[in-house]
């Protein structure tokens, strides 16, 4: 075997010599063809004064110097002048004769000027005797792998500040326990803690103290290292102890062996969704609150409704009489008014109005709202005053709709006018624009209400004129109908007991203009001529019997149903030309007997009209695609089931 001294005089061949030796010869060849084998490594000897003793053709390639030009000069040329300058190659010398073995890794020269990153071990050489003979240097070129680990760090030192820079969501690291380790910005402004103050705390402290109690800040960590990731919603607590809704996600961190290194946790301050949501749920319960409080209300009215006209309808002598009836007339009509309105509100608000545009003019607009509010005016000796143009001011609108709008801005100016006033109603055309006008002499607006009137339950009048008060509603009603329509509504006041002035400015009409007597409705009551057979069934008794009491006064034949159940057999004998079928019974439903009665052959030319409190558009929706006629909203509009009623006669 060859000892550590023929081992060492073979790694320093070229700087001394050696007695021959067979085995020692031989192994000393092998080893020098080894090393001038490797191309990949600069092998090379240096003396102990760190000159060049050997050379491979490995370090003539790494390095760019042949062996010629570079034994015997001192290692330090591979350095660049700054390590040269603070001595950092005869460092390494030192160290190596010190210790046995240094390793570094640095930039390095070629021949040529040019650098490359160098790992470099230098190995301390022994003789026999112990003391140092030399140095044996192995340098490796390490410059793609430094490009790639800079490249590297780059890419890590850009994302790190990318992540610490974001401000919408908070993004930071927790170890395998759950403490947190780093803290962007966006974590310092959705939870309110600088990174000072957080980092090593636990992650539990952002949630609440139920949450905490129950261990779902340790569960979301067990699910995360399981699964991957946890995902999650709900509160959140911030430094000042505020609340936010957060969107949490929470990601396990491994390493290159699958070893459990931490968590990524990535949380979004989602509190204006969360609202936006409770939002949407709240109107829309609002919405199912009005249609149903619109339903329930509607029930009893239909009943009130059928006996007033009942009352109107039979002829008294008695003063008394007459003017109840009249007075009962003008509350429920009131009343039925408030509830549409109420119910419009709640429409508007969750933006399912439907408009039924067609022609229409200012005349007929004017001319039905004033209609239907003479029993408000002739009871408080009111006076109205129209001045319209002659020629017809053509509009494309829901007529209904407008009506609704003018109706409400006269009935106000009724209501806030003493009695005996006179309310004046002029129409004018101004460009492409009509301007309708309601001016009454009443208590006035102040000059900071005029914009608040048109707000949802605002009545700047209330304190004054409690009595007439109302819901505030009509305005807000009216001023979104009038922008539905592309147009504007505005009051003016010139202080209280002035009176007020509201203008209503909507687009006219392009193209053909009709007169107002060619789209006019037809008066109705030519049903009242023709008997036809009608089965009502409703199991609200009072409703029932006082709208059959009220056909049977015009002529018609009338049949009672209270329960689905019999309405089959009323049906069978009665053969009606229709039937009027309440929606809500608590037996069978109005859809249910529908289809019933309209699988009997005997009912071919029968209509089916739906009777019920509610009068949404998905109801009449419903309605129409379950098979019915028509939907008739309580308490019954009597001019419109004329009108159903004449077309059954025509139909039986």
Known sequence: MTNRGEKTSAHSSVAHSHPAGGNTHLADISFRTFVDAIADYAIFMLDTSGC???????????????AADILGRHFSCFYTPDAIERKWPDYELEQAAKVGRFEDEGWRVRKDG????????????????????????????????????????????????????????????????????????????????????????????????????????????????????????????????????????????????????????????????????????????MSEFLATLAHELRNPLAPLRNAVSILQTVASSDAVVAQCSDMAARQV????????????????????????????????????SIEGVLPLTDARSQRIDVAL????????????????VVQNLLNNASKFSPAGSAIDVRAVVEGRTALIEIADRGCGIAADQLDSVFNLFVQESRNRNPADSGLGIGLTLSRSLVELHGGAITATSDGPDTGSTFRVRLPIARGTQTSASDSAPGAPGDANHTAVRVLIVDDNRDAADSLALLLQMKGHQVNVAYHARDAVGEARSFEPDMVLIDLAMPDVDG???????????????????????????????????????????????????DELLANAAQAS
Not at 137 to 165: G, N, Y
Not at 339 to 354: C, N, Y
Not at 389 to 404: F, K, N, T, Y
């Open 389 to 404: 143009p002659d020629e017809p001011i053509q509009l494309h609108g829901d007529e209904a709709r407008l009506v609704q």
């Open 591 to 641: 859809y249910a007997l529908l289809r019933t009665l309209k699988a009997m052959s005997t009912l071919h030319r029968a209509k089916f009209v739906a009777l019920t409190g509610f009068g949404l558009a998905e109801d009449r929706r419903r309605t129409h695609e379950a098979g019915f006629d028509a939907h008739l909203v309580k308490p019954v509009d009597l001019a419109v089931l």
């Open 114 to 285: 040019t650098m490359f990153w160098a790992n470099v071990v230098i190995t301390a050489l022994h003789d026999p005797g112990g003391r140092l003979s030399g140095f044996a240097k192995i340098t490796r070129d390490l410059s793609d792998k430094r490009m790639q680990d800079e490249a590297l760090r780059q890419s890590e030192e850009r994302f790190k500040l990318l992540v610490e820079r974001v401000r919408d969501y908070a993004i930071f690291m927790l170890d395998t326990d759950g403490n947190v380790v780093t803290w962007n910005e966006g974590a310092t402004q959705i939870k309110g803690y600088q990174a000072d103050e957080i980092i090593g705390r636990h992650f539990s402290a952002f949630y609440p103290a139920d949450d905490r109690r129950a261990g779902k800040p340790e569960r979301e960590l067990a699910i995360a290292k399981r699964e991957g990731r946890a995902l999650d919603e709900g509160w959140r607590v911030r430094k000042d102890g505020s609340m936010f809704w957060a969107s949490v996600t929470i990601t396990a961190v491994y390493d290159s062996r699958h070893e459990l290194r931490g968590f990524a946790k990535v949380t979004r301050d989602m509190t204006e969704r969360k609202r936006l949501e409770e939002l949407e749920q709240s109107e829309r319960r």
């Open 333 to 368: 009509s009131q009343l039925t008014r408030l509830v549409d309105d109420l119910l419009d509100v709640g429409r508007i608000t969750a933006g399912k109005i439907d408009l039924r545009a067609a022609a229409v003019t200012v005349r007929e607009i004017v001319e039905r």
């Open 52 to 66: 060049v003793a050997s050379w491979n053709p490995g370090a003539e390639r790494l390095k760019g110097y042949t």
